[in-house]
């Protein structure tokens, strides 16, 4: 513990104040003004902390001279994981066109998947289930979009009706990584201002492996409000805005100069380096989409003045953009870099004034990616394209980011108005900006194309264009910056590197980065030397100074072997430690680093506090709290500081917009976050646990931590490179603004002027197995120029600082520093022992040693076989060990101890099993000696946790008298390995162990072979105990011998405890034993037993939940008159019924029924009154017919279930489904209400005081009927999770074999060989001897036989949901298969076509003998009609556990007690019988039964135990309804009281192997186990789903009025419609029916007198309609659909010649539609779609309605029909049918309609004598009459004068 301590202190000392080291600055001679200058800074810096140091309790020291110890050598790589995104559509609403058919489309990345096509329909039901599966690395999946999009469905293509967005980040990071039940909003993305395009309710889940999924229960759809449900994140308005996402590229500097194609490479060769062969653009992505610059030739320092803009919905639910640096090549684009800026880092969603929108810059973007220097191919490209850190600098990009959110004709933003400007100029340029890159994506249009180009101002597509740079933006300030490093050890170099000539390179950006001659950025471009040393010099600006040389590298020098190791070598720096410095220039914004400086000082401080606090509770009760209170305390002032320190800053000039506001966030978060703390502080409120506490102080720290990254880059990370030969090898990087310096103290870097130890890496992704590549301790500092005199500050003192001969000038930094003062110390090792080790051999064990280096030494621990937890107690010993410096500095601050554990393999190299990083304690040689305290340092190999290594090193110095003058050691052994000495080794106390053994389970083969004869190996400390061997483990894997114990020394500090292991090996022939598996128990704490008492086996109950509810109160122990002859001393706890039972029997029963979710224990006597007036319990002979009499009364409360309807299983399964949901909507609200009852009163009076009762008479008249029912419980997860995985009695232990793989670590099954099911008790062993010969050990206490038992075991699977889709085609046929032992069930025949979600209602009954077959498997298969069946998934249940355990879950208490009936009771033994047996075992008093009461103990319950029949007047009596109530609540029993199991069904995950911690869907089911010594049980529960119910709906068009006229006559001009109307329930659509054609309607009028006939069958409990038909005509089997019931019916205008016109649709759910309007006049839209649900009515409960319903289209009214539904069962309809259209039976008569109504097609006469004769006849006649006038005239005429010729010619003659 003392070591534990210690290192916390130095931790809290680094944060004292930095005072000058006056000793280290003998060598130097800077010049006079700038010290004063800087002195005057630091005092106010000074002042400044003084302030702060009365704050913080830490004595204001000396400053360590190193960084704080990190025990963690690496980060991990971020591994590839599985994902599984599974969707479900359920429907769609509102969507707009005209008689679409609307199919959805699903696209993640590349994957694309699509529903089924539903006709006709606005508002389609799917109800389809989509799984995606993805691997890859979080970051990057979590950038995926999916895109879910409705079309409208055409045989050539499809038109889009709108889509939706989200990314999968958005997704997981909701409560549960889900949506559940939400409605998307889907719009047009190619026109924004169209508005809504419909909803699209679907549930969106993201899990990855071991992610729990919490299914909520579905909404019902009477409640639901699509506008207060929208799938967006919690606080996200419901009505987003469309805005404008501007990403403005400025100009990139530093870029890599080559081109990195091979052809460019050629080119390179012939032209020379002089030449830039980059041609760079950028890349920029958000939500899908992605805008391109234009491509900049031949430039590493390119300048491109353009903006991609994007437009979405604001607040956004994509997060990321991603910005990337691509290089355009001859044969393909090469990614330079990626850098990814997080939206929620650059705004903040508040509301009000706090709240402030995405804005970035204009601000330096910093680059990293792969090393500079390539070669024809890049090794590590994907470190360029954003996976894994980036290695190397590669340039710089300025970027702004805005926001414009679109709110119609508001005020026009500064960018809107610079494009308008900018579009007129932008024609001319156009074709400039497209010329040499016909890739673009964002190019513009010509201007042949203006009009498309307008069009995109309102679509989503992505614009790229021009802008010109705005003359606010102000020429960036430059600053010198200065970077000074010394190294001081380079050891644990890898040898295959060491070999050559090492030195190290230090840069930051491309200043340092000599090798790949980077180009320096801004207008002082440079080329560089490739020299070593000197580099051309930097001038200072404004400065007439000589220039600083730049020294970035080391000389390179040839490492030395390391003694002891020859696998590291090390450079031997000793006294002469080599220094780097050089200039850089950077735009002056270090104000944004001080800021995040400031923070994360506050989040480190708290973080220890808590990390402090954690580990005061392991030792203490009181102490934790205090300490909790005093950090928040600090913290809460150190916030107030910060507060007081922002509002007095002056405002800067090159301060960005989010600079400001960011600044703005920080102190409202913290005045926010001091506020909570101080609540904390304070508790007035409610008292808070410390773990309460903790969880909101951790929560804090998340909070400033995600300040403290700041997303606006000013100096790039710093990076050092180990050079082996000139050629890059190894590197750190470090964050610019840890090395910072400011002087001011708090808002220095946390490593600025302090030793580091950075521990090298591999660029790239690293070889399984990696180790340290190198390591060094380096002291940096980097700051302006203007506090130069700084930099030797911190160093550690005694040092001469070592002049470069080169270069004029006085003030260069040092090249080398040395320290001449020598002193020789001894390192003690003490290696104890270790724990949680990682297995690296087959068979599940290791064989670890440690190798401890120290400097240039190194030393190995002896190798201890085969074990997880080895025991080395070992001295190691380092003498002679040369430390440079000054003794007090080598004392405060030493060199670090790196410890490296491996597995030792006979053949081949040992294995890596991870390292720890320790800080020696220090002994002066003027020192006293005080022992060290053993303690733990956690072990990591990459990322993962490798177990603890308890140990402590001492650095002793040796005295002028030599060795001999040092602490004495322990005498070594023949080995000559020295022991830990005694002083150091914990203290031991003789304990006693006792171990129960149950028996192995589940055990695999090993080496081929199956386990027969295993036996376990107990060990702990040293000593251990064997179980006796398993004679044979086919016939009986339980252990003869039950319990043994055996006596060990642990230490008294339970923190010491060593390990247990539990090995099980298999004795095979011969004599020869083969191990199994293995399992260490590092934490004994959970068994250690404190008193003498006999074992109370604790059992893990919900919570408080003492005696609470409405029905039951707590009052003083007033005797009831009946039991005053009692004895005193006895509780009454009076369970009666409440007097007004009869009446209110609706209401109490619904009250009882509160407790169903959270399974509440109370005294639910409650349920009995539904039983009270018919006596049904065994002792009433003729009971049967009040039970009947009683179950007609309920049928008539059930809704939508007719009349005939028997009430069975499935009443009770809805009926409980129906609480559970109500239950999880007023949760809340109860467990307010539960709080009230006191736990110290123990009467337990059922009246209650009057005001509860009534709150609760009156919250349930509010409420609907519910359907008086008895209910069950309904968990939504398995058993096990809410009963503690019933080990109240005995533990399961999994057995582990083979190498521990970095995923497999909690998740991966493939290591378990076996489990050994048994449990331990350590207690202290009593000192008198004679305590221990008790004949018993404790732990056998209450501990039942394990000998064989036969049981009858009955399985009840319900149904499945969510399943995984095991056919191409996205469904299953899924069917079950029950394994247990030997027997199989399968369950083949009765598979379910094509379902996803199954009702199975199969019950499977097995007898089994236990412990022989006592896992329980149930399958779910895919049947397949060719191959093999795919298994879709598996749960497995221990069904020993159950049958042992004392929640008693062989079979779940009822609700109720009823002998027939649904409800009837199922268990052998009766609620009595069972109290009593519990009695026995718990060796309690009783139970005693007399009239009214039960006594158990001193506790009398007294309840209703006589009951009356209602016909006989006969009274019986039966005490089973109060034994129910008391068993229901047997936890509130004092000492041995727990909850027992109820009726249930439990809701198991279903998991398969390929897909490890993955559900692939759940199975609601229920087992009951029945030992076959007890009486035998009745029939199992009938639970075969319902058979749907036939009903034929009848529905008869009389009239239409009001229809939209659609025609036109040609002559007339006269408007007229063809009418007729179709009708369909939807799903069926192949039975479409259509009346028929009422022409020519001038009127709107249509009369038919029609009549559709639908047939259909229907689930009245689920309100659904149960669909059987094939998918497509391929498929063999018919698949069940269950949909809702919806009646559409259309109204058409008949087309001869073209396609028939749609003017209108009626949808109506016929579970809940409006009433009907009694008249044309009354019916209207309005009226019709803002119906309250109270005013809806059902066809199902009508049976028969008429009247008028309105027509619409795009929501607009389009006429008026009269109908008539008539619903009949199918029974009636075969009894009484009627005809279709105006057909016998039963036939209507013929139309009245107008004569006008006919075809003109059929009768051409008629539609003359009706279009033309009546309407022109009087024309007509009169034309008739002119015809034949003019004829008369013409031939009048025309003979006219022949006649006259004739007449004189005759005449004449």
Not at 1552 to 1563: A, F, Y
Not at 1585 to 1601: A, F, H, S
Request: proline fraction near 6%; charged fraction near 25%; glycine fraction near 6%.
């Amino acid at each position: 513990m003392f070591g534990l301590k210690l290192k916390k202190r130095k931790k809290k000392a680094e944060k004292g104040l930095i005072l000058a080291n006056k000793g280290a600055q003998d060598g130097q001679g800077e010049a006079e003004a700038p010290q004063e200058g800087l002195s005057h800074q630091e005092g106010m810096g000074g002042d400044l902390i003084s302030d702060n140091a009365s704050i913080t309790p830490v004595p204001s020291a000396p400053p360590k001279r190193r960084s704080k110890l990190l025990t963690k050598i690496h980060d991990g790589e971020v591994r590839s994981q599985n994902y599984q995104i599974a969707i479900n559509i359920t429907e769609a609403r509102q969507l707009v066109g005209e008689n679409i058919d609307p199919v959805v489309i699903i696209e993640i990345g590349d994957e694309k998947k699509q529903s089924t096509v539903k006709e006709g329909t606005n508002s389609p039901f799917y109800n389809e289930y989509f799984v995606f599966d993805f691997i890859g690395p979080q970051l990057h999946l979590f950038d995926k979009i999916i895109k879910i999009s409705v079309f409208h469905h055409k045989l050539i293509g499809g038109v889009l009706i709108g889509s939706f967005k989200v990314d999968l980040g958005t997704v997981y990071n909701q409560p549960g990584h889900q949506f559940s039940d939400k409605w998307a909003l889907l719009l047009d993305p190619g026109n924004i201002r169209t508005g809504t395009k419909g909803y699209l309710k679907c549930d969106i889940s993201v899990t990855g492996k071991g992610d729990v999924l919490k299914r909520n229960p579905k909404t019902s759809d009477a409640k639901e409000q699509i506008e207060k449900n929208l799938l967006i994140p919690q606080g996200f308005p419901s009505e987003r805005p469309w805005a404008r996402f501007y990403v403005r590229l400025y100009k990139a500097e530093g870029l890599p100069k080559m081109n990195s194609s091979i052809m460019a490479n050629i080119t390179k060769a012939f032209v020379g380096d002089s030449k830039d062969l980059v041609d760079p653009f950028v890349e920029v992505s958000f939500a899908g989409q992605t805008g391109r610059t234009t491509v900049q030739k031949n430039c590493a320092d390119p300048v491109w003045h353009e903006q991609v803009v994007f437009k979405e919905m604001f607040p956004p639910l994509c997060r990321r953009v991603k910005i990337q640096v691509w290089d355009e090549g001859s044969m393909n684009d090469i990614v330079l870099a990626t850098h990814f800026i997080d939206l929620k880092k650059i705004s903040n969603e508040q509301d009000g004034d706090k709240g402030f929108l995405p804005t970035f810059g204009p601000a330096w973007i910093n680059l990293y990616g792969s090393p500079r220097n390539q070669g024809l191919m890049d090794d590590y490209q994907e470190l360029n394209e954003g996976f894994g850190e980036g290695v190397s600098f590669r340039g710089r990009i300025l970027v702004e980011i805005a926001v414009e959110i679109l709110l119609g004709g508001a005020q026009e933003f500064k960018f809107s108005k610079a494009r308008k400007e900018l579009k007129l100029s932008s024609k001319d340029k156009d074709s400039k900006s497209s010329k040499g890159s016909s890739k673009d994506k964002g190019d513009k249009t010509d201007d042949g194309k203006a009009q498309q180009a307008s069009d995109k101002t309102n679509s989503t597509e992505v614009e790229v264009e021009p802008f010109d740079v705005p003359l606010e933006i102000l020429p960036e300030k430059q600053e010198e910056f200065l970077l000074f490093g010394a190294f001081f050890e380079a050891t644990m170099i890898d040898r295959r590197i060491g070999d050559k000539p090492i030195s190290f390179e230090v840069s930051i950006g491309n200043f340092g980065n000599l090798i790949d001659g980077g180009s320096h950025h801004g207008n002082k471009k440079k080329s560089v030397d490739q020299a070593e040393e000197d580099a051309l010099p930097l001038l200072h600006e404004g400065e007439g100074d000589a220039a600083m040389p730049m020294v970035s590298t080391t000389h390179p020098e040839k490492p030395l072997v390391t003694e002891g190791n020859r696998n590291y070598n090390y450079l031997p720096f000793e006294a002469k430690k080599p220094c780097v410095y050089f200039t850089s220039s950077w735009g002056d914004q270090t104000f944004r680093l001080h800021w995040s400086n400031m923070l994360e000082k506050m989040a480190d401080l708290l973080e220890e506090g808590i990390e402090e606090v954690k580990e005061l509770i392991k030792i203490s009760e009181e102490a934790p709290e205090e300490k909790m209170k005093m950090v928040l305390s600090d913290f809460i002032s150190q916030s107030s500081a910060f507060v007081s320190e922002v509002e007095k800053k002056p405002k800067r000039l090159n301060q960005t917009n989010l600079d400001k506001k960011r600044l703005t966030l920080c102190w409202q978060e913290l005045e926010a976050i001091a506020k909570e703390a101080k609540g904390l502080t304070q508790q007035q409120k409610k008292k808070l646990s410390l773990d309460e506490m903790i969880q909101a102080a951790q929560n804090f720290v998340e909070k400033i931590r995600f300040l403290v990254d700041e997303p606006q880059h000013t100096i790039p990370d710093i990076f050092i490179w180990m050079l082996s030969n000139n050629k890059r090898v190894a590197y750190a990087r470090i964050a610019a603004k840890d090395l910072l310096y400011s002087p001011i103290r708090k808002q220095m870097g946390q490593h600025c002027g302090k030793i580091k130890t950075h521990f090298l890496k591999l660029p790239g992704k690293h070889p399984a197995g990696w180790s340290v590549q190198a390591k060094i301790d380096l002291y940096m500092w980097l700051g302006s120029t203007r506090h130069s005199s700084a930099i030797l500050n911190n160093l550690p003192a005694g040092y001469e600082a070592e002049m470069s001969s080169k270069g004029p000038g006085t003030s260069k930094p040092p090249a080398n520093l040395l320290y001449q003062d020598r002193h020789v110390f001894q390192l003690r090792a003490h290696m104890y022992q270790a724990r949680g080790l990682i297995a690296a051999d087959s068979n599940g064990l290791s064989d670890p040693f440690a190798k401890v280096t120290f400097l240039t030494h190194c030393q190995t621990t002896k190798v201890i076989p085969q074990t997880l937890s080895p025991t080395w107690n070992q001295m190691l010993l380092f003498n002679d060990l040369v430390l440079h410096g000054d003794q007090k500095e080598l004392a405060e601050s030493p060199p670090l101890v790196v410890v490296e554990l491996y597995d030792s393999d006979a053949v081949g190299k040992p294995e890596y099993l991870g390292a720890t990083v320790a800080a020696p304690v220090v002994k002066l040689a003027d020192q006293g000696y005080e022992p060290p305290r053993l303690c733990y340092h956690p072990i990591f190999c990459g990322n993962l946790s490798g177990g603890d290594l308890l140990a402590v090193f001492e650095l002793l110095q040796v005295p002028a008298s030599g060795l001999q003058g040092l602490p004495p050691l322990d005498p070594p052994d023949v080995t000559q390995i020295y022991p830990v000495p005694a002083s150091i080794r914990p203290v031991l106390s003789k304990y006693q162990v006792e171990v129960l053994f149950w028996g192995v389970r589940e055990m695999k083969k090993v080496q081929l072979l199956s386990v027969d004869r295993p036996q376990v190996l107990i060990e702990c400390g040293g000593h251990g105990v064997k179980s006796c061997v398993i004679q044979s483990y086919q016939n009986n894997p339980n252990f003869s011998v039950q319990a043994d114990a055996f006596e060990v020394e642990l230490p008294e500090n339970e923190l010491l405890h060593p390990p247990l292991s539990i090995c099980v090996v298999d004795w095979r022939a011969f004599g020869r034993s083969t191990l199994v598996g293995t399992y260490t128990i590092n934490c004994l704490k959970q068994f250690l037993c404190k008193s003498r008492e006999p074992l109370a086996l604790t059992s893990q109950v919900d919570g408080a939940q003492v005696v609470q509810d409405s029905l039951i109160s707590t009052e003083p122990s007033e005797t009831p008159s009946s039991a005053q002859e009692l004895p005193t001393g006895q509780i009454f706890v009076d369970i009666g019924p409440p007097p007004t039972v009869v009446p209110n029997l609706a209401q109490v029963q619904a009250a009882s029924l509160v407790d169903i979710p959270d399974s509440s224990p109370m005294l639910e006597t409650e349920h009995k009154p539904a039983a009270q007036e018919p006596p049904k319990d065994g002792k009433a002979k003729d009971a049967r017919k009040p039970s009947q009499r009683s179950t007609k009364r309920r049928k008539r409360t059930i809704a939508d279930e007719s009349a005939e309807n028997v009430i069975d299983w499935w009443s009770k399964y809805y009926a409980s489904l129906k609480k559970a949901q109500k239950e999880k909507e007023s949760n809340s609200k109860e467990q307010k209400g539960n709080t009230e009852a006191k736990p110290d009163e123990v009467v337990v009076n059922i009246d209650g005081p009057k005001k509860k009762k009534d709150k609760i008479l009156k919250k349930k008249l509010k409420e609907k009927e519910i359907p008086n029912l008895a209910v069950l419980q309904i968990y939504d997860g398995d058993l096990e999770s809410e009963f503690n995985n019933f080990e109240d009695w005995v533990k399961t232990f999994e057995l582990l074999r083979g190498k521990s793989t970095e995923d497999d670590h909690g998740l991966d099954r493939d290591r378990v060989i076996g489990k050994f099911k048994g449990s331990f008790c350590i207690y202290k062993s009593p000192e008198d001897s004679s305590i221990k010969d008790s004949k018993q050990l404790r732990i056998q206490q209450g501990i039942p036989s394990n000998h064989p038992i036969k049981v009858l075991i009955r399985v009840y699977i319900v149904a499945a949901f969510n399943l995984s889709p095991a056919d191409p085609d996205g469904k299953s046929d899924p069917y079950i298969v029950v394994k247990l032992g030997k027997t199989e069930i399968k369950d083949r025949d009765k598979y379910i076509p094509k379902q996803l979600n199954p009702v199975f209602g199969r019950s499977f009954e097995i007898q089994a003998t236990f412990p022989k077959e006592s896992l329980l498997s149930v399958l779910i298969y895919d049947h397949d009609m060719i191959g093999m069946d795919d298994l879709i998934g598996e749960t497995r249940i221990d069904l020993e556990n159950r049958f042992y355990s004392k929640h008693r879950a062989i079979c779940g208490l009822q609700n109720q007690y009823e002998i027939e009936g649904y409800n009837a009771w199922r268990d052998t033994s009766k609620p009595t019988e069972i109290l009593t047996k519990l009695c026995k075992d718990n060796k309690l008093d009783g139970p005693y039964f007399c009239p009214g009461k039960i006594q158990i103990g001193n506790q009398v319950f007294s309840g209703k135990t006589v009951f009356t029949e209602e016909d006989t007047d006969e009274t019986v009596e039966s005490y089973e309804h109060l034994a129910l109530s008391i068993l229901r609540s047997w936890e509130d029993i004092p000492e041995v009281g727990c909850r027992l199991v109820p009726e249930h069904i439990e809701t198991r995950p279903l998991y398969h192997r390929d897909k490890p911690g993955m559900e692939q869907g759940r199975l609601q089911m229920w087992v009951d186990m029945f030992p076959k010594d007890m009486p035998q049980p009745g029939p199992p529960v009938d639970i075969s789903p319902r058979k749907p119910k036939g009903y034929e709906l009848r529905v008869t068009i009389w009239n239409t009025e009001d229809v939209l006229l659609e025609d036109e006559n040609i002559f007339t001009g006269q408007k007229s419609s063809d009418i007729y109307v179709k009708g369909w329930l939807k799903d069926l659509e192949d039975d479409k029916q259509e009346t028929d054609v009422h022409y020519n309607s001038l009127t709107g009028e249509g009369n038919f007198n029609w009549r559709f006939l639908f047939p259909f069958q229907y689930l009245p409990a689920e309100k659904q309609m149960v669909i059987t038909k094939r998918e497509n005509i391929f498929s063999l089997e018919k698949m069940e659909c269950k949909t809702p019931a919806v009646l559409v019916l259309q109204v058409w205008d008949f087309e001869r010649l073209s396609s028939d016109d749609f003017l209108g649709s009626l949808e109506m759910n016929l579970n809940s539609f409006p009433r009907a309007a009694k008249s044309a006049k009354d019916c209207g839209l309005t009226k019709f779609e803002n119906a309250s649900e109270e005013s809806k009515i059902s066809i199902f409960q009508q049976k028969r309605v008429r009247g008028w319903w309105p027509f619409a289209k795009s929501k607009e009214l389009t006429g008026k029909v009269e109908a008539e539904f008539h619903l009949v069962t199918a029974e009636e309809a075969e009894k009484n049918p009627v005809g279709k259209a105006r057909k016998e039976p039963e036939p209507l008569a013929k139309p009245n309609r107008p004569d006008t109504s006919f075809s003109w097609f059929v009768t051409p006469f008629k539609c003359l004598y009706h279009l033309i004769w009546r309407n022109y006849k009087k024309y007509i006649i009169i034309g008739f009459i002119l015809i034949v006038l003019i004829i008369f005239l013409v031939l009048f005429i025309y003979t006219l004068p022949g006649a006259i010729s004739r007449r004189i010619v005759v005449g004449s003659s």
